[in-house]
């Protein structure tokens, strides 16, 4: 298993903007596919966004498409979600997940296939 430890949460307004970012301590970050998943109390732990190991492909909600991106720098083992136009709705922790991949292309969406999980961040967005 991976350690990942996200940040770059917090409280906002409807319509702004956050980045959260996840750091990896695995030397061989290039062979894992990411994901950030949400989750409310509660609640399920939702799919939000995937990427695979060269950031290639990517994947998303359709809750998110269009106004979330994920993306990751190899060199610095990090994984980031810029998330713009920010809804209520959208308020959740926010949890980094990795998993090794035998395939440099594919984006994994179900929860299942990851293995390494963060703590979470916390992202709140009042109305």
């Known amino acids: 298993q991976v350690q990942l430890v996200e940040s770059g949460g917090g409280m906002v307004q409807a319509g702004a903007s956050l980045t959260l970012s996840c750091s990896a301590d695995e030397r061989t970050f290039e062979t894992l596919a990411m994901g950030w998943f949400r989750q409310v109390p509660g609640q399920e732990r939702e799919f939000v966004a995937s990427?695979?190991?060269?950031?290639?492909?990517?994947a998303y909600a359709d809750s998110v498409k269009d106004r979330f991106t994920i993306s990751r720098d190899n060199a610095e083992n990090t994984l980031h979600l810029q998330m713009n136009n920010l809804k209520p709705e959208d308020t959740a922790a926010y949890y980094c997940a990795a998993r090794t991949a035998p395939r440099i292309y594919t984006p994994y969406e179900s929860e299942y296939a990851y293995d390494s999980w963060g703590q979470g961040t916390q992202v709140t967005v009042s109305s």
């Open positions: 990427i695979s190991r060269i950031g290639a492909f990517t």
